[in-house]
């Protein structure tokens, strides 16, 4: 049960993820990416998680993106109308890792005094507003565009840094200035990266210089980069910044009212002059000496420095009241929720000792787009945040839940937060050289972790959820029949009382589907009694329900994929016990949750039908195959993160989970094949019927989703399935397949 939050605490903030980026001539916008530009009703669900303060865009490259005088007020009209109505203060931002409109750029003199203007006009428009962001994270932005060249104007020397980041921070002061004017009580929250920077020996200076550098954006607005600062040779002279530039930051202070600090796994850099070590895509330098830089999670034994003692530093640095103004971690469900109870902790720890932590921010709402590229591609790479954009309406995670339980007064309580996240555990650390001289304990669950219990030890679905929850930290007894007979009521209370855990995980069954028909009793007491039995006694003790059903409770009479509203009709004996069992299982537990999937294939089971087509191939035989029958194949490690994750969340009912794409099986052989760089003309297709099958199967079972199009597709998960298998390495063909293969 959750318990009350110790006080003091911080408040709990959100954030939409609102990057209008340029890269060359395209403006990556992520408010488009997400639907949120054009999806109103989102405010409301924000404010269903008790957030009652939120960053939010006012961005100038959307409102003016052709000047002032064509500024387009609606969309910023109708949202901060909607949240001033839900009781929600925004945080307004104005340029979110941007350059300015086209006629502008971070290199342009004229940059700072544009952006005021706009925010002149958006105080005087909006007088009441009293908090703002002017410019998200300027360091980090000069560093992408006038260091890494990244993003536009794309230059990679210290100058363009400088000017960068000295116009955004002119900006801002500007900016304050203008909003000012009309509002004097209006307050800067600024944010920035708050990483920290380790190395070697040799590169002792180098991590001395950007820990120092970390702080510039803080220390231009508070007046203090003088003569004598650890960086002011650099900006002079390296960067060339005339020394009036700099003059104008102590004439004119404009000291955060809030110091936003951004802190993510990957804030924490190591940089270590042995290249040899590691991969070519961490190499870099300096000019003087050629590194690897790399995530410090990944190298030092002792792990991260952590939020709490970053925050400590930038307290002991300003004494200016600090916030968490983006916690988001792209991973899976329970990393997200540990990750995020991580800093909370840290920020609460903090304030209670007398740091003025105002509030923690859960980012990234509605997730990000295409940041494993540090956007500069789309390719369509998302990541869920409080809601999952994979569903015909945003979805709430379990990261919502959590928000609902900050936002009461609630310590959060979710039975994944017994583990700890990935990196506190040894297997994060994984470049071998630095374990030598030295033995690491291995990462063991604490003995009150709750878990999950997994049945069918034996089968390929119940040794990959063992697999998984290994990967993903999550505590688990993966148990046999003998251990827990899922029809029989007394084992099942027995292993329940003996084990303990929050969810069972309902991996056994009768797979045989041609024996089925002559074997109906087991087949039934295996599909149907013991999921019924699982549900009814999961609801009585309170705990969660996983189970597992299949495509061929359809009977393949339509043309188009079955989602779950679709009436079963099935034509065989496993079919029956299926679909039987959906309905025993939610009559008894409406919570409970049901997959239907189809069709596995996966690395660690030698008897589906891809390995063994691939098997046959190899040998110089050739497969045979139905080239009439259509179904949606699902890659299982695919199928078992995505129903953790739906676990996780606390989705109840029927959902659909396979991977996009519809194919039929003599197809998949030949996609399987050509990826394999094997004879694809080796597949022999033919109808159904003709494989002298004894149970009759559907000719069309393709799925669909309306609520979870959380699996990738079929093409991508086939590449995975042949590299984690082992199949043909130097053969794999990465080009694409024939998109008239694929049926979308």
Request: net charge neutral; aromatic share 8%; charged share 25%.
């Amino acid at each position: 049960m959750a318990g009350k939050l110790s006080a003091p605490h911080p408040e709990l903030w959100a954030g939409v993820e609102c990057t209008v980026n340029r890269v060359g001539d395209n403006y990556f916008d992520q408010l488009e990416r997400s639907g949120h530009a054009h999806r109103a009703s989102d405010l409301d669900r924000f404010a269903s998680l008790g957030i009652k303060t939120l960053r939010y865009p006012v961005l100038w490259e959307r409102v003016a993106p052709d000047g002032i005088a064509r500024a387009d007020w609606s969309w910023p009209d109708q949202r901060l109308g909607r949240l001033e109505q839900l009781g929600i203060t925004p945080i307004v931002g104005l340029v979110h890792h941007g350059s300015g409109p086209r006629g502008t750029s971070l290199l342009d003199p004229s940059f700072p005094l544009l952006l005021a203007e706009y925010a002149g006009q958006v105080a005087r428009r909006y007088p009441h507003l009293s908090w703002y962001t002017p410019v998200n994270e300027p360091l980090t932005t000069a560093r992408f565009s006038g260091l890494y060249g990244h993003w536009y104007p794309h230059a990679r020397e210290p100058r363009a840094f400088a000017r960068a980041l000295l116009h955004q921070c002119r900006g801002v002061v500007l900016a304050m200035e203008r909003i000012r004017e009309i509002n004097p009580n209006a307050r800067l929250v600024q944010t920035d990266d708050l990483g920290k920077v380790f190395s070697t020996r040799l590169l002792a200076y180098q991590a001395r210089f950007e820990n120092e550098r970390r702080w510039l954006t803080y220390d231009l607005l508070c007046g203090r980069v003088r003569p004598g600062h650890p960086l002011w040779k650099y900006l002079r002279f390296e960067a060339a910044v005339p020394s009036e530039e700099l003059q104008f930051f102590r004439d004119h202070p404009c000291p955060p009212d809030t110091i936003g600090a951004n802190y993510y796994l990957t804030s924490e850099r190591l940089i270590d002059e042995r290249l040899s070590l590691y991969p070519p895509s961490t190499h870099g330098g300096n000019g003087r000496h050629a590194y690897a830089d790399v995530e410090a999670v990944r190298l030092r034994p002792e792990g991260l420095v952590g939020p709490r003692e970053l925050l400590r530093e930038a307290w002991d640095r300003y004494h200016i009241p600090l916030a968490v103004t983006e916690v988001h971690n792209g991973c899976t469900r329970e990393e997200q929720l540990r990750w995020f109870q991580e800093v909370w902790e840290a920020a609460s720890a903090l304030k209670q000792e007398g740091v003025d932590v105002q509030a923690v921010t859960i980012w990234a709402l509605l997730g990000a787009f295409d940041w494993n590229s540090l956007v500069t591609r789309a390719e369509g790479h998302y990541e869920p945040g409080a809601f999952d954009l994979r569903a015909p309406e945003p979805r709430p995670t379990a990261l919502a839940a959590m928000a609902r339980e900050l936002a009461s007064g609630s310590r959060p309580s979710h039975p994944v937060l017994d583990m700890p996240g990935w990196w506190r555990r040894s297997k994060r650390l994984l470049y071998p050289h630095i374990l030598k001289g030295r033995s690491l304990r291995p990462s063991l669950p604490p003995a009150t972790a709750r878990g999950l219990l997994i049945t069918g030890a034996t089968g390929t679905l119940g040794q990959a959820f063992a697999r998984r929850c290994e990967v993903r930290g999550l505590a688990y007894h993966l148990l046999t029949r003998a251990e827990m007979d899922i029809a029989d009521e007394h084992s099942v209370q027995a292993a329940l009382a003996l084990h303990g855990g929050w969810a069972v995980v309902n991996a056994a069954g009768y797979v045989r589907v041609d024996e089925a028909e002559h074997d109906r009793a087991r087949c039934f007491r295996e599909n149907t009694l013991g999921p019924a039995v699982l549900a009814r006694i999961c609801a009585e003790r309170g705990l969660r329900l996983l189970t597992f059903s299949s495509d061929l409770v359809f009977d393949g009479k339509t043309r188009e994929p079955y989602d779950e509203g679709s009436e079963p009709s099935p034509l065989n004996v496993y079919g029956q016990s299926k679909a039987a069992a959906e309905h025993a299982v939610l009559d008894a537990n409406p919570a409970a949750l049901v997959i239907r999937t189809s069709a596995f294939f996966g690395p660690w089971d030698e008897h589906n039908f891809v390995t063994r087509c691939i098997r046959a191939l190899e040998s110089g035989g050739t497969w045979t195959a139905a080239d009439d029958a259509v179904v949606s194949p699902t890659y299982v490690p695919d199928l078992v993160d995505a129903s953790l994750d739906l676990l996780i969340d606390g989705e109840p009912g029927i959902c659909h989970l396979a991977n996009q794409g519809r194919v039929t099986w003599a197809e998949l052989a030949r996609l399987a094949a050509t990826k394999a760089g094997l004879d694809p003309t080796r597949i022999l297709g033919c109808a159904q019927q003709e494989l002298g099958l004894a149970a009759a199967r559907p000719v069309y079972s393709a799925l669909q989703s309306r609520r979870a199009l959380v699996m990738p597709c079929l093409e991508h998960a086939l590449t995975r399935y042949l590299q984690e298998s082992g199949f043909a390495p130097r053969r794999l063909s990465d080009r694409p397949v024939d998109p008239e293969l694929l049926e979308a």
